[in-house]
C-alpha cells in the first residue's frame, strides 16, 4: 500500500465507521449506503481525489442482504493514489443517494447502474435508461436475468414462442 | 418478458429550458445516422437560430453488451471480444483486458513481449490518432488531410496485418504474453515506417496547424477548464489540452515504460484546437518510444512459461505429457482463477481504459467492467457546446475523439 494513502483511510475509516481491505495493491473501503454522499464530498475535498474514474456493481445474486456491491473507483491526479469503495446495497428495493452533484460525471455512470442493475439513485437529476432503449424491460447485468439465447421456433412450440415475443402483432 | 412501458417526449421535458416548450427554441435531432457524429450518436439540440442552448446526447446504439458477455464466456474465449469495443485501438482493448487478467492471477511477462506490446500500442495509438486527425479536419471541412492520413494508417494496419493476420482485430496480445512472435520482417516494416512518418507529420501540420481557416472553427471553440474537465472525468489528450499533466504511462509505468524517454504534452487552452496540438505532438511521442523500443528489442520467449495460464509451445505437445494435459485443460475448461477483485487501467488514446475484474474462483470471470474513456468524455459535450453554433458543435464533437463503440460497449 502506498505511504500516502495511509491517513487517508484511517481518517475515513474513523469517520465512517468503514472497513479496509487489501488485494494485489488495488485499497478498497466498505462503507454503509448513509455514508457514502458524505464519503464521496470527503474524497473531492479535501482529500483531493479529483477524478471520479468509474462506477459499478458486483451482483451477487441469490444473494438478498446485500444482494449488490456499489464499485466507486476514485483517482486522485495531484497525489497519484487510487481508491475503491464498495457500498452494499440490499436487493429489495435497492436505492442509493446520488453523487452526481459532487462528481458530475456519475450522472451517466448512475444512470447506467439504474439501466443495467435497476439501483435507484435518489435525488438524481435524470435518471432515464442510457444504454438499453427506453421501453426495455428489465435489467440486463442482474444475474438472474438470461443471458439471452433465442429459442427456436418450432410447429410445436411456435404459438407459445410468438405469443411471449416482443413485436408488433396484428 | 414483462409488457412494455409506454415512453412519450414529456419525460424530456426537465432537459430543455422552459422557452423550448413555449416554442420560441427549436428541437432539432441530430443523428444517430450523421456523419459527423463518428459513429451512431444521437444528439437532440435545442436551438436559438443557430446556437445551440442545449444538447441531450443519446447514446446506446452500439451497444452489445460485452461485459454480460463475458460473464459467459472463460477469460480466453472474452480475449476476442474486446476488439469489438472500441475499433481504433484493438491492441489496447486486448492489452487492457491481459494486463487485467495477469494482475488477478499473478502472471509475469517476458521482456520480450513486454517490449513488443510496446510498440503495437504506441503504433495502434499513431493509428488511432491518424484516423481522429482525418475525420476532425473532415467536420471543418479540410478534406485533403483525411486521405493523407488514412494513407499512412495503413501502413500501420499492415504491419498489424503482418503480426497477426488481421488488420483490426488483432487479439495478438495474450494474458502472459503474446499469441506468437513476431515475423523477421517486423523490424525492416516498422524501421521504414518510422523513417518516414516524422515528414508526414509535418505534412499534415503544413495542412492545418497555421491554417487561418482551421484557426477559425477550432480556436477558442469548446473550450473547458480543468477543474470541469476532471469533475467530468475526462482524461487522455482532452484532459491535457486544459493543462493538467496526467498520462497513466508516466504516472503509473506499466510495461517498463519508465525505461522510456518521452515526454506528454500538454496545453492549458482547453480548447478544439489545444486539443489538436496535443494529439500531433502526441503522435510524434508515441513514434519516439517506438524507435527506443525497436532499438532494445530483447531476444527471448514471448510468453510466460507458466503453463497453468498459457498454452504451451506447440512443439512442446508431441514430447511433453505435462504439456499435453495442460493444453487439453487450457482449451476444455480453461483455468481457474484466484478468488478476488481487481482494477487496472492503461492510457488508451482516449484516455484512462480501465478494467474491473471480479472472480469466484472458476473459470469465467464473475463481473467484467469496462471504464471506456470516451464514455466520460462524452459526458462534457452538453457543457463545451453551450452557446456555440451548430457548426462548432460538429468541430466539437470531433475533437473530443469519441468512438462510439468505446461508449456503447
Redesign the interface.
Known amino acids: 500500500m502506498d505511504k500516502k494513502l495511509e491517513p487517508i483511510l484511517q481518517k475515513l475509516q474513523k469517520d465512517f465507521d468503514a472497513t479496509a481491505s487489501e488485494?494485489?495493491g488495488?485499497v478498497?473501503l466498505v462503507i454503509t449506503p448513509e455514508h457514502i454522499a458524505a464519503a464521496c464530498k470527503q474524497m473531492l475535498e479535501p482529500l483531493g481525489f479529483?477524478?471520479?474514474?468509474?462506477m459499478?456493481v458486483?451482483?451477487y445474486w441469490p444473494e438478498e442482504n446485500p444482494r449488490f456491491h456499489v464499485?466507486y473507483?476514485f483517482?486522485s491526479?495531484s497525489k497519484?493514489l487510487?481508491l475503491?469503495f464498495r457500498v452494499p446495497v440490499t436487493g429489495v428495493t435497492p436505492s442509493l443517494p446520488t453523487i452526481s452533484t459532487i462528481?458530475?460525471?456519475a450522472?451517466?455512470r448512475e444512470r447506467e447502474i439504474w439501466d443495467m442493475f435497476g439501483i435507484k439513485f435518489e435525488g438524481h437529476?435524470?435518471l432515464?435508461?442510457?444504454?438499453?432503449?427506453?421501453?426495455w424491460?428489465?435489467h440486463?447485468?442482474r444475474k438472474d436475468?438470461p443471458?439471452g439465447y433465442e429459442e427456436p421456433q418450432f410447429t410445436f412450440n411456435y404459438k407459445e414462442i410468438d405469443l411471449?415475443k416482443?413485436y408488433a402483432k396484428e | 418478458m414483462t409488457q412494455l412501458q409506454e415512453v412519450s417526449v414529456e419525460e424530456l421535458k426537465h432537459l430543455v429550458s422552459e422557452r423550448a416548450i413555449q416554442g420560441e427554441t427549436v428541437l432539432l435531432n441530430m443523428g444517430p445516422q450523421h456523419p459527423s457524429t463518428h459513429g451512431v450518436l444521437r444528439l437532440l439540440l435545442e436551438l436559438d437560430g443557430e446556437t445551440v442552448i442545449n444538447c441531450i446526447p443519446d447514446i446506446g446504439f452500439l451497444h452489445t453488451g460485452i461485459e454480460k458477455n463475458m460473464e459467459a464466456k472463460t477469460y480466453q474465449q472474452a480475449e476476442v471480444m474486446t476488439d469489438r469495443l472500441d475499433y481504433l485501438n484493438t491492441v489496447g482493448n486486448i492489452l487492457a483486458y491481459s494486463m487485467a487478467v495477469e494482475k488477478l492471477v499473478d502472471l509475469d511477462v517476458p521482456p520480450r513481449a513486454q517490449s513488443i506490446r510496446v510498440i503495437l500500442t504506441e503504433l495502434q495509438r499513431i493509428a488511432s490518432h491518424l484516423v481522429w486527425l482525418g475525420t476532425a479536419a473532415l467536420d471543418v471541412a479540410a478534406m485533403s488531410t483525411f486521405l493523407y492520413c488514412f494513407r499512412e494508417r495503413e501502413m500501420i494496419l499492415d504491419i498489424l496485418e503482418l503480426c497477426s493476420g488481421q488488420r483490426m482485430m488483432t487479439t495478438f496480445i495474450r494474458p502472459g504474453g503474446l499469441w506468437r512472435d513476431v515475423p523477421v520482417e517486423f523490424e525492416t516494416v516498422v524501421r521504414s515506417f518510422i523513417k518516414i512518418f516524422p515528414k508526414r507529420i509535418d505534412q499534415y501540420e503544413s495542412l492545418l496547424t497555421r491554417n487561418p481557416l482551421f484557426l477559425d472553427r477550432t480556436l477558442g471553440i469548446g473550450r473547458i477548464s480543468a477543474a470541469d474537465a476532471q469533475n467530468y472525468g475526462m482524461t487522455g489528450p482532452s484532459l491535457r489540452a486544459t493543462g493538467v499533466d496526467w498520462d497513466l504511462r508516466k504516472a503509473r509505468p506499466y510495461l517498463g515504460y519508465e525505461q522510456y524517454d518521452f515526454e506528454v504534452p500538454t496545453r492549458t487552452e482547453g480548447d478544439s484546437y489545444a486539443r489538436y496540438l496535443v494529439r500531433v505532438e502526441e503522435m510524434r511521442q508515441a513514434l519516439h518510444i517506438v524507435v527506443q523500443a525497436l532499438n532494445r528489442l530483447p531476444l527471448g520467449p514471448v510468453r510466460s512459461d507458466n503453463c497453468k495460464y498459457v498454452p504451451p509451445p506447440r512443439s512442446e505437445i508431441g514430447v511433453s505429457m505435462e504439456a499435453l494435459i495442460h493444453h487439453f485443460k487450457l482449451w476444455t475448461e480453461g483455468f481457474d482463477t484466484p478468488k478476488g477483485a481487481i482494477y487496472s487501467a492503461v492510457e488508451s488514446p482516449r484516455g484512462e481504459l480501465g478494467v474491473y475484474l471480479e472472480s469466484d474462483g472458476g473459470p469465467k470471470p464473475y463481473r467484467v467492467h469496462w471504464r471506456t474513456p470516451s464514455f466520460d468524455n462524452l459526458q462534457a459535450l452538453p457543457l463545451m457546446t453551450k452557446g456555440h453554433l451548430v457548426a462548432d458543435l460538429v468541430a466539437i464533437v470531433g475533437s473530443i475523439d469519441i468512438v462510439l463503440g468505446d461508449v456503447d460497449r
Open positions: 488485494y494485489r488495488d478498497s479529483e477524478l471520479l474514474s468509474t459499478t458486483v451482483d464499485l473507483q483517482t491526479i497519484n487510487s475503491t462528481y458530475r460525471n450522472t451517466w437529476p435524470d432515464r435508461r442510457i444504454l438499453m432503449p427506453h421501453d424491460a428489465g440486463p447485468l436475468y443471458l411471449r416482443p
